[in-house]
T-cell receptor, first 115, second 112 residues
Framework: EPEVTQTPSHQVTQMGQEVILRCVPI?????FYWYRQILGQKVEFLVS????????KSEIFDDQFSVERPDGSNFTLKIRSTKLEDSAMYFC?????????????FGEGSRLTVL | KNQVEQSPQSLIILEGKNCTLQ??????????LRWYKQDTGRGPVSLTI?????NTKSNGRYTATLDADTKQSSLHITASQLSDSASYIC???????????FGKGTTLSVSS
């Protein structure tokens, strides 16, 4: 069964460093999303991406964050100058059709720990 | 403000018993409501999606109901199993935009 894969599963970084989280969406999907979940809190929307452009971004997704689709298969989230409060689980999701009606498939997440 | 509230926050039941989880939302205009299961440290997995016109939808032992007039939904789990232990998250989508609005989830623990 096709699935969304994310790497790394866990990354520890020092405050101020840059991290890149990678996602391989399901191959025929066109809609891509990043969400984050701080420990013990609800899942929060970061950004949606379609046709090589950002469709929508939340207030959380400021200049510290960027997304790219560097090739036909990967979808990345870059976090610059990491802060302690960036520690969270970051989920990538993809869909064959867009929100609001489309089904969304989540990856297993990348846990980011900022020290 | 668009919000999704779930109750109870946590629930402990014995294996084999049934349970019902609640979700209230204030998202407007409304498009659809989803229930996800999230195992600890894993990504959410979709259980059901219901549109405005659907009142009930089943997926195996999971049955979701939706009352769009009162903006309430429930997820009923029948004959619970140990593997049902997880967080169950209610997620609502509006008619515009691409952001899903997540509830905080109900943590279900099924014990033997």
């Amino acid at each position: 069964e096709p699935e969304v894969t994310q790497t790394p599963s866990h990354q520890v970084t020092q405050m101020g460093q840059e991290v890149i989280l990678r996602c391989v969406p399901i191959s025929n999907h066109l809609y891509f999303y990043w969400y984050r979940q701080i420990l013990g809190q609800k899942v929060e929307f970061l950004v949606s991406f379609y046709n090589n452009e950002i469709s929508e971004k939340s207030e959380i997704f400021d200049d510290q964050f960027s997304v790219e689709r560097p090739d036909g298969s990967n979808f990345t989230l870059k976090i610059r100058s990491t802060k302690l409060e960036d520690s969270a689980m970051y989920f990538c999701a993809s869909g064959g059709s867009g929100i609001p009606t489309g089904e969304l498939f989540f990856g297993e997440g990348s846990r980011l720990t900022v020290l | 403000k668009n919000q999704v509230e779930q109750s109870p926050q946590s629930l402990i039941i014995l294996e084999g018993k049934n349970c019902t989880l609640q979700c209230n939302y204030t998202v407007s205009p409304f498009s659809n409501l989803r229930w996800y299961k999230q195992d600890t440290g894993r990504g959410p997995v979709s259980l059901t999606i219901m549109t405005f016109s659907e009142n009930t939808k089943s997926n195996g032992r999971y049955t979701a109901t939706l009352d769009a007039d009162t903006k309430q939904s429930s997820l009923h789990i029948t004959a619970s199993q140990l593997s049902d232990s997880a967080s169950y998250i209610c997620v609502v989508s509006g008619q515009a935009g691409t952001a899903l609005i997540f509830g905080k989830g109900t943590t279900l623990s099924v014990s033997s």
